[in-house]
């Protein structure tokens, strides 16, 4: 074994912005000449890189972390590091929680998995353990891009373009702007570098994704906007889409709508959480200044871009949530009639305002709320899914029998599953033949 250059197992966890770090962390390792392990289980580091978002990404990240230490006790790995919103939002913590962990990597320390790698392979005793903290206090400040050329683990067809880090908003159940930090923005020289180097290497399509895309830009302050960006990865040539993931409500300017229902590479198609519709949950939420721009989104979108796909996410059982606003939100998710829609209920997080708001419904109140809202929603869908069947769309290649349409975002909307041979990474026109819960089955056409 050369304990120089280990080979690091990849565990990867969170969002697609959390999966751009874990490229960023791998376009490092391999470039100190670091091997990735074909699996977890076979390497001589394994990295968790963690969510810390809710209270359901810590479990699982901790249930990662155990089952990486339980393979270091029995020999099976040299050591464990911890990256991410884990390691970030709690530090010095997590070393004494997880004793068995040999380093914790915040979202500044990017650029350092590397080294920190190299060196905890190189440990061979409890003795001469040292454990590595490499979170730098306060907010992070770094903005990091991938090395060139980049690793995908998204395959061959997609990739998940990061415009920018931290966010600008202050909503008050959200930890993220203490765990990320402020917006900064990438160059838009730098992203469109990236993007052409993803599509140069089969990308067929380009998830332009942030904490608020449509931010992009304000803390650059030399006129770039998102519109800007999105219009100079239009001018690239080659066929492909240009998906735009998490629209704030009120961020949703005429500019980007017409840029969505003119542009020869845009996927139609909108994410624009609204997280609630009740005036009074909203401003509590400290999104007050988007009540006006939340309660008219769908119809606003629809009318600037027809046959757009629009998904949103609502929280139930935030601080205040009587049964009245409750009963609105349920109501305006049923006239509004989202093509997707996710319903979480209200986690309290530590360190954010909402934690320490009184009048919170019960959890068990929370969660049936959930589920009503998921019932509207399957109902929804049925009606919606009805309509896919029989017809023609085009779709893209993500996997062997796999496909997605133009309205299905990755990894949250389903797909569409044929028999049959096309190259992963081509466009075809699938038929429709049946829905399958959020998934279809279809067939090529000749």
Not at 81 to 94: E, K, T
């Amino acid at each position: 074994m050369n304990l120089k250059k280990p080979s690091i197992g990849l565990v990867a966890l969170g969002c697609a912005k959390n999966t751009v770090d874990l490229q960023v962390m791998a376009g490092h390792l391999l470039k100190a000449g670091c091997m990735l392990a074909p699996h977890p289980d076979e390497a001589d580091v394994i990295l968790v890189n963690t969510c810390a978002f809710i209270e359901a990404a810590r479990e699982e990240a901790t249930a990662e972390i155990l089952r990486a230490c339980e393979l270091k006790r029995s020999g099976r790995c040299r050591a464990v590091i911890v990256s991410g919103c884990f390691a970030q939002r709690y530090g010095d913590r997590l070393a004494e929680a997880f004793p068995d962990v040999d380093a914790f990597v915040g979202i500044d320390a990017l650029d350092k998995i590397a080294r920190i790698a190299m060196g905890v392979a190189g440990m061979t005793d409890k003795a001469g353990r040292k454990v590595t903290v490499a979170v730098p206090p306060g907010m992070p400040k770094k903005l990091f891009s991938p090395p060139m050329p980049g690793l995908r683990l998204t395959g061959k067809a997609f990739a998940y373009l990061k415009i920018a880090e931290g966010c600008a908003h202050r909503c008050a159940y959200c930890a993220i702007p203490a765990i990320r930090g402020n917006c900064r923005s990438r160059p838009l020289r730098s992203v469109v570098a990236e993007a052409r180097q993803l599509l140069a290497t089969g990308v067929r399509e380009l998830n332009v994704i942030a904490q608020d895309p449509l931010l992009y830009g304000v803390d650059l302050r030399n006129g770039t906007d998102i519109v800007a960006l999105l219009r100079a990865l239009d001018r690239l040539s080659g066929d492909f889409w240009i998906r735009v993931l998490y629209s704030y409500p009120s961020e949703i300017s005429d500019s980007f709508l017409k840029w969505m229902a003119t542009s020869r590479h845009a996927a139609k198609y909108v994410d624009v959480p609204i997280q609630h519709t009740d005036p009074q949950v909203l401003k509590a939420m400290a999104r007050g200044s988007a009540v006006a721009a939340t309660l008219g989104a769908a119809d606003r979108i629809r009318q600037a871009v027809p046959g757009v796909t629009l998904r949103t996410t609502v929280m139930t059982g935030f601080p205040g949530e009587t049964p009245e606003a409750f009963a609105k939100l349920l109501m305006d998710v049923k006239r509004m009639k989202f093509e997707h829609l996710g319903a979480f209920a209200f986690s309290p997080e530590e360190g954010t305002v909402a934690a320490e708001m009184a009048d919170r419904p019960p959890k068990s109140v929370a969660q049936k709320r959930m589920r009503a809202v998921m019932s509207a929603q399957r109902k929804i869908w049925a009606e919606k899914a009805a309509g896919f069947v029989g017809k023609s769309f085009r779709a893209l290649v993500v996997a062997p029998g796999v496909a997605r349409m133009e309205s299905q975002a990755p990894e949250v909307d389903g797909v569409v599953r044929f028999n049959g041979a096309a190259e992963v990474g081509s466009f075809v026109e699938m038929r429709i033949a049946k829905s399958d819960g959020f998934d279809f089955v279809g067939s090529i056409e000749a």
